[in-house]
């Protein structure tokens, strides 16, 4: 109750005041207000589509508004580039990184800041920083060594290095395991404490409650509420941003078994790429009926793995990746496809689907042998079907089978590409980050498929960052670190906690207490 | 003052189609200019290099035979460029196509009956096909640059052709010319016009464009070489190898290409001669980007270039220029499509000192 007498006694470092942005289709901003207080942590909160990136990326000077205000510390300004945005002391961590994997920590920094400073004096400076805010860093390391946890500690480091009064973070925990998010926090509660502001986009309701002190909620690119998310419940909060109740998964307990099995038998793959990781004897075994979630920070063997399951990267051992009882190692993704496999990969745009053409003709992409061509010839008719269904069932948003792919949001793109593979009748379906970046009516509807699909008998692989939603859906959960998995438990004996001890890697080097672990819970690896 | 290139976010259809109208304008204006350059009446030089040569009969004729190659090399190399295959060797595959076809021909001699020339265009793309398998190899196994593979075999084609046709195929009664026997009748292509040499292979140009259109538009085999051209990530998370589309690629345009040296061989020319093209097989790659990789632009564009080959022999012999003129309306024309195609896809604009720091500032992270 203190905060709105903080409000009176001090003027704020920010306020927006009927900010306007309009595209050609869509009102992105619609009279946007909102106001930061000095050292106060403001959340944005939103779905996907909501308006926040844009609301973001107006104050960070990348776009400017149509219409309305920005006043800094009392001040009308006009931000007209980013280098003004940090000139005014306003810093920004980006959702994606943006560092340069062969220079060093110290040589990335040094890009971003005004000419003249580096070397021995930047490293210190570095040091000094990242000591001071409990973001350890060595400067003369190279960024591909590190993870992707070290890598936004760099990100945030360059923007301390400013001293920005207002640090803008955009989703930044959706890279960090549990135990990474509380340090991060701890960072950012004491930069609060010395007097920064910061804007905190997310749409983790529980992050937002354990850190914010107010926050502002968008839909559809206006002001829904403002409050203060620790006196609000997760389900008052999500009511404001997608104006109804969050929805959960029905679960049932799967009785039915299907016949699609996938088995990964000690399967090595040195990765292609110098900056990639090795997958170290990895062994997985899923049957149908289940729901087996991989967690673990992206960047440790997550996208080596896929390749490997899907086909895209064939393995030398044949017997090392078995589908339906098939050795397939060996084959790419066709066979692989032809055999009952159905995959969702991570990059929608230009993996899942090709941007340029339209949904119909991304339909065909994965569907064709859904009778959708005779003799080789494509049958029209039967495609655009395909994909209207698709689109029925699955509620995408889209003006119809013919829109391009990249006209769609990214939710409704996920949708579709979901759809199309579970309209296909797999037997094993493997979904990569099924709802990532993804708004949260659309992330329920894509977990209810999921466990729908379970629950007909379809062996399910889910790779996911999001642990909450492994916890929700899974039957059993492994983790990966380091390019090793480890063994699965069953979902209902473990906990967030337990979960990110493993992804920290602490299975590594310790199997043999794993495994008794394992056989002690009465579990036994499935065939 | 600087200026930059910066991606529009939607580049306009419309525009993508008359990219190659502008291109034609921009080059008349070029012309124009150039001709008054020379002294010419650029007036009187259009007359000359773009009226006169069509005003007949044997002229229209004339024109669609030079088309009838150009558009048989365009509409296979069409295929792969789509795939992003990028085949620039049609003309030794057209050579090797006449030397393949014409190779039947004269081990037959006079023998032979309405099957010879049947044979002759199988020999011929099969021809064409291998020549463009050298390459598809080389990259599919060794990632070597199918550009600069199939680009310098034209060079090893013809001098393979040359070193036939003055040795072994040296037609023995041609007083020492460099040149093969003349092909008997039932190896020659029937002429389809009277007094024109327009014959057979014009309809069979246009065959080919028309199964090219069917197969581009319809079948899940070139659905997928495009997927493969326009995103490799996802050719390959669909199972689409990226192998079999270098190698459709590759062979589909061989063929087409063998096949138009065989109608070079067995139409006008009637013999193997050291050359068997005055660059058809570069000029396709033109009329491919002109005709915007589609069968019926491709079908416009051949007519265009066609036109062009007409209009620079006539302006040789009616305004005594040079024949280099051919070449330089080509590249031209070809010049402007690409500018064009440029302002298309990105808008130019002023950098001004804040922007730089922008684009700074973008550099550094990531906008």
New interface residues.
Partial sequence: MDAPARAQSTSPRIELEGITKIYPTIVANDRIDLRVMPGEIHAVLGENGAGKSTLMKIIYGVLRPDAGTIRWNCNAVAIASPARARALGIGMVFQHFSLFETLTVSENIALALEAGVAGAALDARIRDVSERYGLPLDPRRHVHSMSVGERQRVEIVRCLLQQPQLLIMDEPTSVLTPQAVEKLFATLRRLSSEGCSILYISHKLDEIRALCQRATVLRAGRVTGECDPREETSSGLARMMIGGELPHPRHRQSTTRGDGTLVVRALSLPADDPFGTDLIDIDLSLRGGEIVGIAGVSGNGQKELLAALSGEHPVAEAKAVVLNGIAVGRQGAAVRRALGLAFVPEERLGRGAVPQMSLSDNALLTAHRQELTAHGFIRPDAVRAFAQATIARFNVQASGPGASARSLSGGNLQKFIVGREILQGPRVLIAAQPTWGVDVGAAAMIRQALVDLRDEGVAVLVISEELDELLEICDRLAVMARGRLSPPKLTRETNAADIGLLMSGSFIGAQGVARADLSSAGMTDAP | MRLRLEARPEPSRLMAWLSPLFAVAATLVVGFVLFAGLGKNPLEAFDVFFIKPVENLYGVGELLLKASPLMLCAIGLAAGYRANVWNIGAEGQLTLGALCGGGVALALQDGGGAWVLPLMLVAGAAGGMAWAAIPAWLKTRFNANEILVSLMLVYVATLLLSLLVHGPWRDPEGFNFPQSRMFADVALLPNLLPETRLNLGFLLALAVVAVAWLFMR????S?QMR?AG??P??A??????ARRTVWLGMLIGGATAGIAGVNEAAGPIGQLLPAMSPGYGFAAIIVAFVGRLHPFGILLASLLMSLLYLGGEAAQINLALPSAVTGLFQGTLLFFLLAADVLINFRLRVARP??I??V????????
């Fill in positions: 319809r079948s899940l085999v659905f997927v326009l995103a990530d996802a390959n998370y669909a199972g689409i190898s804040a922007a720091g922008a700074r500032a973008a550099a550094g992270e990531g906008i």
